[in-house]
């Protein structure tokens, strides 16, 4: 059974630091590649950022230069490192196997201002 678990959001003054995780189980998290996504309030799910398998990276304008993603194969684990985070970013964050129609819980981030 795919199971996806996010962990690490919190509230956070502007400007400031989280790093998000999302354990991955049930599949070869290896070979998968990653994304993770964002729902602010009143808002639809929006794509923040992709890791493939070989670490190719690809970020949403809105978070290039502040976010980075990240993986840890062993850890079936994939990253998202925010910095400077600002209040349009707070949202429920969530991350998705590209191809897997399988969501987890997500984790709250909110950033005040």
């Known amino acids: 059974q795919v199971q996806l678990v996010e962990s690490g959001g919190g509230l956070v003054q502007a400007g400031g630091s989280l790093t998000l995780s999302c354990v991955v189980s049930?599949?070869?998290?290896?070979?998968?590649?990653m994304r993770w996504y964002r729902q602010r309030p009143g808002t639809q799910r929006e794509w923040v950022a992709h890791?493939?398998?070989?670490?190719?990276?690809t970020y949403a304008t809105f978070v290039q230069g502040r976010f980075t993603v990240s993986r840890d194969n062993a850890g079936n684990t994939v990253y998202l490192h925010m910095n400077d985070l600002k209040p349009g970013d707070s949202g429920l964050y969530f991350c998705?196997?590209?191809?897997?129609?399988?969501w987890g819980q997500g984790t709250q981030v909110t950033v005040s201002s």
């Open positions: 998705a196997i590209v191809g897997f129609p399988h």
């Open positions: 890791i493939t398998p070989s670490d190719t990276t």
């Open positions: 049930g599949i070869d998290f290896s070979i998968k590649t």
